[in-house]
């Protein structure tokens, strides 16, 4: 098996035709069908199911094609280290992750900078919830995390610096009655449909927020669980629902939305940075100083 079988797999498994398929990869589509189903051949399992009028992935093609991608993802990881090898710019790269949020205000200010400080450094960077961003920095998989945290708790082996506490607030449909008001309390929060990140994703952010609905005393209807931010504030657009989000996702702003501050005593939530006490990453304290510098202005 070789790379370009990979990427001829996934090439016709996100256009769903050997035809476009083709025209993206710039090679005529008979050899592409056959590398195709040499591709099955070794592998022993048939990846699509073909008919006259349709390409649809198996059951089994669904699952290898996200390990397919994986593997083209780090093969091309791979290519910017050696690229930086080359030019004598050798440095151990850094694998950082961060929790959706974390795109949305912090690492846009800090990366820049990063990277003008450490120009030979390969950065790595992907999206990844609190709960596997413990267990891949505790593997070594990742070098650094920025994650959410319960104030104060202590994660074993990994060392965590607070960056900042941030408060949650609410995201309402424009239209909500609440959102006529400057801020909310939790308990008019009361039979209301609530939309909050799974669970598996960050215990800490939903413990806190249910935990702050119990204190108010209530329990939460919680009617959808998406799986980003994104996808919840298209929720909230849609009037299926209020949101709890850190305010740190108040830059993300969908027509149709509102953003509205609890009332004390609303649930907060640490932004943390993370890495392993028994493998200290040599760019930890370069980010740290960047995540807690002055705001300009």
């Known amino acids: 098996m070789e790379l370009r079988h990979l990427r001829y797999f996934v090439a016709v498994a996100e256009e769903l035709s050997f035809t476009q398929a083709a025209k993206v990869l710039h090679i005529s589509q008979p050899p592409l069908s056959q590398q195709i189903s040499q591709l099955e051949t070794e592998l022993g399992v048939q990846l699509f199911e073909r008919t006259p009028r349709r390409v649809v992935l198996t059951d089994t093609g669904r699952v290898l094609l996200e390990e397919a991608r994986r593997i083209l993802a780090g093969a091309w990881d791979m290519q910017r280290i050696a690229a930086g090898a080359a030019m004598d710019s050798i440095a151990r790269p850094l694998r950082l992750a961060s929790v959706t949020s974390g795109f949305s205000e912090l690492l846009p200010r800090i990366v820049p900078k990063f990277r003008a400080a450490n120009p030979g450094v390969a950065l790595l960077i992907e999206s990844v919830d609190p709960a596997d961003q413990i267990h891949r ?18 994660i074993e082996g990994l060392h965590l610096y607070p960056i900042e506490v941030q408060p949650f607030v609410a995201v309402l449909p424009i239209d909500h009655p609440l959102a006529k008001n400057d801020a909310v309390d939790m308990a008019e929060l009361e039979g209301q449909d609530l939309l909050l990140l799974p669970r598996r994703r960050n215990p800490d952010y939903t413990d806190a927020v249910t935990s702050a609905c119990t204190a108010a005393g209530f329990s939460p209807r919680i009617r959808f669980e998406p799986d980003d931010d994104q996808v919840l504030l298209g929720l909230v657009a849609c009037g299926l629902g209020i ?20 009332h004390p005593p609303a649930p ?15 760019y930890f304290e370069a980010l740290k100083d960047l995540a807690t510098e002055p705001a300009p202005g």
């Open 243 to 262: 949101g709890i989000v850190p305010s740190c996702v108040s830059p993300l702003r969908l027509p149709g939305t509102v953003y509205r501050p609890l």
């Open 137 to 154: 920095i505790q593997r070594g998989e990742l070098d650094i995390g920025v994650l959410r945290t319960a104030g104060g708790r202590k």
């Open 268 to 282: 907060s939530t640490t932004l943390c940075l993370a890495q392993a006490t028994n493998r200290p990453s040599p």
